[in-house]
């Protein structure tokens, strides 16, 4: 069974139908036993259900780069994290 953590990182991939079958039953399965991910898994919802709703603005180039460099810097972090910790034996 997954778990919550996986539920989290793959979360997106089960909101854009883009998981095999038998990965969405595993997921459903975890949701279905979670109150944690279920509720996780509203949250997501309704907030991509609200930011559907916003005006279509542009975004500035400088908060656009910005947030970028910010993702960049986030993502390089997590990647050294991940290497830092042990391979399970």
């Given amino acids: ?16 139908g883009r998981m095999s079958l038998s990965d969405r039953l595993r997921f459903q399965m975890h949701v279905g036993m979670c109150k944690h991910c279920r509720a996780y898994l509203r949250q997501m919802k309704a907030t991509i259900g609200g930011l559907g709703q916003l005006p279509d603005e542009p975004m500035p180039a400088d908060v656009r780069d910005e947030m970028r460099k910010r993702f960049a810097a986030w993502n390089d972090a997590r ?5 830092k910790k042990p391979e399970p034996t």
């Fill in 79 to 83: 990647r050294a994290d991940a290497k």
């Fill in 1 to 16: 069974m997954l778990s919550c953590q996986e539920v989290t990182e793959i979360i997106t991939d089960y909101l854009e």
